[in-house]
């Protein structure tokens, strides 16, 4: 598995601002080098950014990359070097891959000479605003000491005019806990954002936050947050709030949606205005120079970059948390919190967060609160399953479409889904390339913008080519590779403009390429093998998304070894079969619909947040695979669950027990010679459940325990 790659450019434009802000991480904080920096962006160092960001584009082969224009107050670049900026950036990246322009602004300044230039580039606009007058004139005033309030509504307003409304992002709201937290949500709604972000203060160890110390409640941001968390629920969640989706995702075992919270590796790089690299700003709160990384775009690119050892420190995952953290049953959710808020002078980053009870009360009390206790359907009927997990993905396309609507090769393609699903023979179709395990991450990144857009497009393709019917795609392909999900990959002679047309011929591909040809075209179709018992499965060595399984995938398989492969998988089937007879009949059979080539050396693993998904060395032994694939079938069974209802209450003890129980027994039956042990650490999982963390299993949850103890009197030879 590579390393992460960078994904986002935080590239700041302009270094000063026309508010106060007494908040701002930028000025107020401990790092002040915004004083030494050029004040705008020169033509000389864009040009360097868009040279040095598309080198590695191309070297990693990235389908997306996000670019936020950043300050300072990036509109006092005026609209005229704006659009001088987002040109460059366009011309550069657009040709190699989806570029996602977005910009960060008070907006006290946005009119519609900038939104102008916002349509032509498709620049999303995030607005900073802390809520109602009272809320937002605590902190964010002018430097004349004047409200920004009424400004920051009018630019908002621009922003929901049916002409801008999709260039409208959303809103970021700092949180004070000395405003009324139900107001404030009640005010930012009312302006009908597309998303909301609460961002707790930045601080550290050495400079608390504001409402902590002697005689302050235990857990006033928690507090703070809880009640906004009700005020949402009680609303109908009427639009996406990052923070509380973020915990929504991590508790029910899905990732991370933001940086603040989770154990999911960085991916950002900061640039000044002067070219120099730089990690979060959010460091700026730490010490003098904490973002530094003596990198420049001049004399470094940004491999280097990624290279660097702050940059890696926060792509960790659970190894890069404190110790106190790591013990801790919200460290999924909360992840030790933003990297920033973790510093103190005496131990640098190994700490738990400076709001570590505020995270842990927020994430336990959304886990008391959304907890489904009754019983599911898919826990008790194995069919139940797959037809929940193919909701989920159902559910987030009609979320991607709210997402990508307006957009008008999206538009043509959610038609085609909308004409595929109206009849019932299609509708499997469609339904076979949205159960396809690698769609989901496409459909995640979707839900933020046009990153995932080819990707979704190709998938329509697909539909429509398994459903035999008629339709005409066309979109901006930006890798040659133009994968087709449960069918192939076609590979073009160039990046470029495609036209797929789905006719009572097959499937013609045209259009021009970024090199001014015709577009030739060759194909490469996925392998599906027929196994003795159970439905076909298909050999995926090709998906861009499949690299899920914590080890490095294999490259496209030649034909030769792709063959020898199926044959040696269809041996070790077999040879399970032969083994343990009717094993698919069982609970926790491994619903495998797709399996993927692995590198060598890596064994069977399953993927993350890919159901159906199950990854195969290359040079796998077949003893091995009979003995791995039923206890990856527990570990499967129970991850899928726990994507789709409540096993336990989100974030506690239970679920560890339960794990460990259920995995316990698969090892008394895979490897006989250390059975009792196995066995007894199971019972010990399982009397814990019954007594002290009882309370904590929902009805699903003591389903699955009971099925246990059931197997735990069956004999273990």
Known sequence: MRDPAIQQLVLKIHSRCDLACDHCYVYEAADQTWRSRPTVISEETLD???????????????????????????????????????????????????????????????????????????????????????????????????????????????????????????????????????????????????????????????????????????????????????????????????????????LRGGPSLTEALGLAPSDLAVIETDGTFEQADSLKTAYEGAPATGYDVFRHGFAEFAEHPGVRARQLGIAGVSETCRRCPVVESCGGGLYAHRYSGEKGFDNPSVFCSDLRGMVEGIAERITERALHPAVTEADELPLAQLKLNRDLLIRANAALAGRPDWDAAWQVVVRLDSDAASAAHLNTVLAHPYLRSVLRRSLDGPVGLPQLMAAATAAAVLAETEATLTWRQPGRDLHLPTLGTLRLSAPGRVECAVTAHGLQVTGAGDDGGELDVEW?????????????????????????????????????????????????????????????????????????????????????????????????????????????????????????????????????????????????AAFPHDAAESLRRARAALDTLAGAAGHELTENGVHLADELRAELVVPHE
């Open 48 to 250: 360097q950014v868009s040279r040095r960001l598309t080198e590695y584009v191309l070297a990693r082969n990235l389908e997306s990359i996000t670019v936020i224009l950043h300050g300072g107050e990036p509109l006092l670049v005026g609209p005229v070097r704006l659009r001088r900026i987002c040109a460059e950036l366009t011309r550069a990246l657009t040709p190699v891959t989806t570029l996602d322009l977005r910009i960060h602004t008070n907006g006290v300044r946005l009119n519609r000479d900038h939104l102008r230039v916002f349509d032509e580039f498709r620049v999303k606009v995030g607005i900073s605003l802390d809520g109602d007058r009272v809320a937002n004139d605590r902190h964010r005033l002018d430097r004349r000491g004047r409200s920004s309030y009424d400004r920051v509504l009018k630019a908002v307003e621009l922003l929901r005019l049916p002409e801008h409304r999709h260039l409208y992002q959303g809103l970021l709201c700092t949180v004070d806990v000395a405003n009324d937290p139900v107001a404030v949500h009640d005010a930012l709604t009312s302006l009908d954002p597309p998303r909301i972000d609460y961002l707790l203060p930045h601080s550290t160890w050495d400079s608390p936050p504001p409402g902590h110390g002697p005689g302050a409640p235990a857990t006033p941001y928690a507090d703070w947050l809880l009640k906004v968390f009700d005020r949402w629920e009680e609303q109908g969640r009427p639009m996406p709030v990052r923070t509380f989706d973020s915990v929504l995702s991590t």
């Open 524 to 668: 490469r179709p996925l392998t599906t093998m027929q196994l003795t018992d159970g439905p076909p499965l298909l050999v995926d060595d090709a998906d861009p998304d499949r690299d899920c399984f914590g080890s490095p995938v294999a490259d496209p398989l030649p034909p030769s070894d792709l063959a020898l492969f199926g044959k040696r998988l269809r041996a070790a089937h077999e040879a399970l079969d032969a083994q343990e007879p009717g094993w698919r009949k069982g609970a926790h059979a491994l619903l495998a619909t797709t399996v993927t080539p692995l590198a060598p050396g890596a064994g069977l693993r399953l993927g993350t947040h890919a159901f159906g998904a199950l990854g195969v060395a290359v040079d796998f032994e077949a003893d091995a695979f009979v003995r791995e694939l039923p206890l990856l079938g527990r570990g499967s069974r129970l991850a899928a669950l726990r994507e789709v209802t409540d096993l336990n209450v989100p974030g506690s003890a239970a679920g560890r027990l339960l794990d460990e129980a259920s995995a316990c027994v698969g090892r008394a």
